[in-house]
Nanobody, 126 residues
């Protein structure tokens, strides 16, 4: 079982930066592929970025590529999302998610993540 708690959201002006963190419980963190998803009001939850258990491979949605960076500290059980050059369309609730430890590879699909945090609000003002 993995429990996830996000932090680091807030209000920022367009062009600014934020770093989201996700603290994970459990002893399998180094084997859990993880991801960030986001959900804007009235929209479906969408994929933002993912990372393999070891942190060797990362994946990004086209809309954030070149602006966001995902990383994983397996010693501290922490997942990060560094968000730079934020835009108003990045406004959403951001969720971290973890796959079961037996699935090493990351995924773009919500249904393949069993564990979810409660979300953290990111608001970008233009």
């Amino acid at each position: 079982q993995v429990q996830l708690v996000e932090s680091g959201g807030g209000l920022v002006q367009a062009g600014g930066s934020l770093r989201l963190s996700c603290a994970a419980s459990g002893r399998t963190f180094s084997r859990n592929a993880m991801a960030w998803f986001r959900q804007a009001p009235g929209k479906e939850r969408e994929f933002v970025s993912a990372i393999t258990g070891s942190g060797d491979n990362t994946y990004y949605a086209d809309s954030v590529k070149g602006r966001f960076t995902i990383s994983k500290d397996n010693h501290k059980n922490l997942l990060y999302l560094q968000m730079n050059n934020l835009k108003s369309e990045d406004t959403a609730v951001y969720y971290c998610a973890a796959r079961p430890a037996q699935y090493y590879s990351a995924s773009y699909y919500r249904r393949e993540y069993d564990y979810w945090g409660q979300g953290t609000q990111v608001t970008v003002s233009s």
